[in-house]
């Protein structure tokens, strides 16, 4: 058994964490800049309790998934602040992981990126920040990568270091009660997304999988619940901690096929991240699982997706295509909207599937997938 696991610095996990952010920011300095979502006001709470606590701060808001230029401006802004706080959801967390990486490393964002850019190592530390999640999707908070939006490129990529790892994630799933019903589905079903994924995937290792199992069960029952109920904190909790513990597997195995989609088209659309992960998510699997067996049915990938069956209909005879059933039928009932609403075209197909294969995430995934199986899952996805 070998395997190399790393995270954030301390992990605070629970209803009514947030009351602990002014100690923990303590620790780092007393001056911190709070990178937010397009809403500002939702951290009007933590504002209050930083300024009781005689911690000066000021706000910086990513309005949408940040791009180059957003983290260019933050750079700037984040001058004079000993440490970040990144609070909002996955794109926000995001941002505020790249400034504080930026800030204390000379150079264009491009110098440092994947794909697109240099993908040159960091010279020195990031500056310290703090990941408070506000959405139960991306686990971002325990992730050492941050994607960024080139619209230039009409691509997005990762900025990527083991130094990008937060001094502390502070999970509270009170933050998460005003999600609204949509949001719930899309950032629940990334989450979904990234348990199924590490899971399977060629990097998979005993301890992420310890993580899997014990995340998928509870996004398989709780998600619904909180599409439904947005105020059903048992079910808002149990969506936090699913949302956590696929971070930390993703970050210490890998992804696989959906993302490796989610990549490219989040640079061709405007949509969000999570969103575009749902679209493809039944038609990755489907895709897996048929090439697994066709293939290379002994594989530990192809048990695993029994097992996931298993877990998520609760059926202990389920097989790897019930797995594909049960997550279109949630797909549904969440109203997941297909690629087509957010203006993919068929004439956009080979471009994507060309980009989607030369995607990161597609490293990990446990079948190499052919061309034509790759088209096949584009076409669903319409």
Same mark, same amino acid.
């Given at each position: 058994m070998h395997f190399d696991f790393a995270t954030a610095?301390?992990?605070?996990f629970g209803s009514g964490t947030l009351a602990r952010v002014p100690d923990v920011v303590a620790?780092?300095?007393?001056?911190?800049l709070i990178v937010t979502g397009s809403r500002p006001e939702?951290?009007?709470?933590?504002?209050?309790?930083?300024?009781?606590?005689?911690?000066?701060?000021?706000?910086?808001?990513?309005?949408?998934?940040?791009?180059?230029?957003?983290?260019?401006?933050?750079?700037?802004?984040?001058?004079g602040h000993d440490v970040v706080i990144g609070f909002g959801g996955g794109s926000? @967390?995001?941002?505020?992981?790249?400034i504080a990486a930026l800030a204390t490393n000379s150079g264009e964002p491009l110098d440092y990126l994947e794909v697109i850019g240099k993908g040159r190592a960091l010279d020195n530390a990031p500056l310290s920040w703090i990941a408070i999640p506000t959405t139960a999707g991306t686990g971002a908070e325990v992730t050492r990568n941050a994607v960024l939006g080139s619209p230039e490129h009409a691509l997005k990529a990762s900025l990527r270091s083991p130094s990008m790892l937060a001094k502390a994630a502070v999970v509270d799933p009170d933050l998460t009660c005003s999600l609204s019903p949509a949001a719930t589905a899309s950032t629940g079903l990334d989450a979904l997304t990234q348990l199924i994924e590490?899971?399977?995937?060629?990097?998979?290792?005993?301890?992420?999988d310890m993580l899997c199992r014990e995340g998928l069960p509870r996004a398989g029952r709780a998600l619904e619940r909180a599409?439904?109920?947005?105020?059903?904190?048992?079910?808002?909790?149990?969506?936090?901690?699913?949302?956590l513990l696929s971070g930390l597997a993703l970050a210490n195995a890998g992804l696989g096929v959906v993302h490796g989609f989610a990549a490219p088209l989040g640079g061709m659309l405007h949509a969000p991240h999570g969103a575009l992960c749902a679209a493809v998510l039944p038609h990755g699997v489907a895709a897996n699982i048929a090439a697994l067996a066709e293939r290379e049915p002994s594989s530990p990938a192809f048990?695993?997706?029994?097992? @996931?069956?298993?877990?998520?209909?609760?059926n202990e005879h389920a097989c790897p295509q019930d797995a594909v059933a049960w997550i279109a039928s949630l797909c549904r009932r969440l109203s997941v909207a297909p690629l087509r609403a957010y203006r993919l075209?068929?004439?956009?197909?080979p471009l994507l599937v060309e980009k989607a294969a030369q995607a990161s995430s597609m490293k990990a995934n446990p079948i190499r997938l052919t061309a034509a199986e790759m088209t096949e899952i584009a076409r669903g996805c319409l």
């Open positions: 610095g301390r992990i605070l620790e780092f300095g007393g001056r911190a939702r951290a009007a709470a933590l504002c209050s309790a930083l300024g009781k606590a005689s911690i000066e701060f000021s706000t910086f808001a990513c309005p949408g998934e940040p791009t180059l230029a957003t983290v260019r401006s933050g750079v700037q802004a984040v001058k926000a @967390i995001d941002c505020a992981k790249a590490s899971f399977v995937c060629n990097r998979a290792n005993t301890f992420t599409f439904n109920d947005g105020h059903d904190l048992a079910a808002r909790s149990a969506m936090s901690y699913a949302s048990a695993k997706y029994a097992e @996931i069956a298993q877990i998520l209909t609760g075209r068929e004439a956009q197909l």
